[in-house]
């Protein structure tokens, strides 16, 4: 009896809100969740650039690039929907609000799923086994990503976390298992992602609150809202996925898919320091500065959004001098292919574009704040575009170098635009780089938080 009264008490902790929690707090918990998450990822990638052959590495890279635009594609970015409009309202409103953009995505996509296997089955006859999983992974990824935002817009970081956790731990978990046994391949991999998303959602059911789901209410919010907020949002977000993972695809083109393998070693480089730094800083601020927002405190929204970017772009510009310091050998030794050696330069390239993906943030927040996704879409899909198109030339000319520095240009271009643009709608998207009292408090506060020293 003692055993099941504290699984129900570690159950109502799990679904309790912890909005009072500080951003510092918040912060150290999610930093730590990301890099147990990282060290999982590490794991699985470790055993599949060791293990597959540049060729099928490079499919394997092509693959996840495909499920991240498709997921963003198949739900209509209505995951950013939850995020900006779920902020200060009431938990019957959120769930409610959850539930029928869920429904609606999944009975959508599950239709084309079905529809699409026919379809394939038809005009091949025949169905190799990867594309009824890539199927099921699209599915349930759909599903991971509008529970993950559920939690976000509802300020549950924590519950996030757990999500991103659990997911990673089975990934690598699996991955490890079949390592020794000689059985990592392409198949098994997605095998592998699909177990772990399933019991992601599994863990994210269990911190949602089962009465508020069982409520059979309909929610009033409109799909007209939502498509004016997500659907000008999606264009932005499609092209601002394409400026960063689009490039492997003319990259498989020009020079073949082996050419992949180290470009994609060095952008999860990259990405890696980015989990650690400017996503974990954002996934936090984010929902505050929404919630200022939303609640009318123009100077709360214009502190977070200064403080997330001078703290992200000094996070992950220390993380890139660690890069630029190491030697070429180490890459080499790490990866166990000895044509990896340019990942170290390729990894300097795209970490300093990102850097400046980074410094758009102020621009790229306030104006989604003010719902001005609009110009968000026009001026991410010229930067996509302007990548495509310097791609085209560069990459036959330079190789792998010409797709790296194309999207240096291209992130340069929308970064300036943006802030431009915000500017001219006299809407204030950094204070100042001389005014460093909050972020001062904020260190001393994660310190505390994460135990470094005592608080008093």
Known sequence: ???????????????????????????????????????????????AVRTLQPVEYGYYSLIGATISIASLVATGNTASYLIRALPATSPSAQYGTFKKLLFLVLRANFTLAVLGIGVYAVLCRRMPLIICLLAVLLLLELASTLAESFFLGCNRVYAMNVCVLVRTILFAAITALLWPLSLVNLNSLIMAWIASDFGALVAAYCMMDGQQLRNRSSSDVRMASVAKYSLPLLAASLA?????????????????????????????VVNTIYSLTALVVSTVLVPRVMYGENMGDDRARDRSIASGTKLAMCAFGACLAAIIASPSWVWVKVTGHPGYHDVRGLAIVLGISTLVGVAANPAQWVLMAKKRTGALAVIDTCGAGLIGILDCVAIPLVGLYGAAMSTFIGLASTCVAKHAYARSKLLPTLRTFTDWSDEKRFVCGLAQAIGMFPRG
């Open 1 to 47: 009896m003692s055993g099941l009264r504290g699984m129900s008490g570690i159950a109502r902790w799990l679904r309790a809100p912890r909005g009072s929690s500080t951003v510092a707090a918040q912060v150290a918990t999610t930093l730590a969740a990301r890099i147990v998450t990282i060290v999982g990822r590490t794991s699985v990638f470790l055993c």
């Open 240 to 268: 601002l996925m394409l400026m960063k993972s689009g490039d492997r695809y003319l990259v498989a083109y020009f020079l073949g898919v082996a050419a992949v393998a180290p470009y994609d070693i060095a952008y999860k």
